[in-house]
Each structure stands twice: as structure tokens, then as C-alpha cells.
Nanobody, 119 residues
């Protein structure tokens, strides 16, 4: 069993920045895709960004150019740098790790961290 622990959420004003971190408890995720998803009240969970073990990234359309995903520490830690935050970025942000050869079968999720963008 792999635990994903997120941190870095909070309250920020529009136009501000936050950096989220997600640490995996096992190096089994070294070859997994890791990423961030978010869910706002009354909405479906959506893709924010993912990064493969080789560094290939994928972003949701609404965050392209503002958010940057990166991966360090033997590939078991993933970060999300969020700049130029907007009120519509308010959501619970979840970390996810899954094997690219078996998506949906061995997925791991974190408990989520709240991000609130408000003046």
C-alpha cells in the first residue's frame, strides 16, 4: 500500500502563488505517473497536471501557462507550482500516482489539500 501525503494548500489572494507538494511513502511509484487533480464544490474531479517518470508532462487547459509540475527525490515527490491564481482555481487538490501500464487498476490517491483563492 502506498500513501500519498499532500501539503502546501491554503488561502491566497487572486494573482498570488502557491506550491503544493506530494510525497509518496514507497519507491514503488518511481516508474509511475504522478499528478494532481482537483475538485471544486458541485463539480467533477478534473485533471490539473501529470508527469511521467521520464519527465513528460501533461496539463489541463485551464492551467496551461500558469501551473508547473515537477518531480524530485528519486521520483517519489511531485510538486505543483501555481502562479497567477484565480478564484476559479479554488478546489481540493488531490495527488495521484498510477502505473502507466495499468491505469485504473493500481491507482493511489492522497487525502487532498484545500486551495482557496479569494480576496
Amino acid at each position: 500500500q502506498v500513501q500519498l501525503v499532500e501539503s502546501g494548500g491554503g488561502l491566497v489572494q487572486p494573482g498570488g502563488s502557491l506550491r503544493l507538494s506530494c510525497v509518496a511513502s514507497s519507491n514503488i511509484v518511481t516508474n509511475y505517473i504522478m499528478g494532481w487533480y482537483r475538485q471544486a464544490p458541485g463539480k467533477q474531479r478534473e485533471l490539473v497536471a501529470t508527469i511521467s517518470s521520464g519527465g513528460r508532462t501533461n496539463y489541463g487547459d485551464s492551467v496551461k501557462g500558469r501551473f508547473t509540475i515537477s518531480r524530485e527525490n528519486g521520483k517519489t515527490t511531485v510538486y505543483l507550482q501555481m502562479n497567477t491564481l484565480k478564484p476559479e482555481d479554488t478546489a481540493v487538490y488531490y495527488c495521484k500516482a498510477y502505473p502507466p501500464w495499468a491505469p485504473g487498476i493500481s491507482d493511489y490517491w492522497g487525502q487532498g489539500t484545500q486551495v482557496t483563492v479569494s480576496s
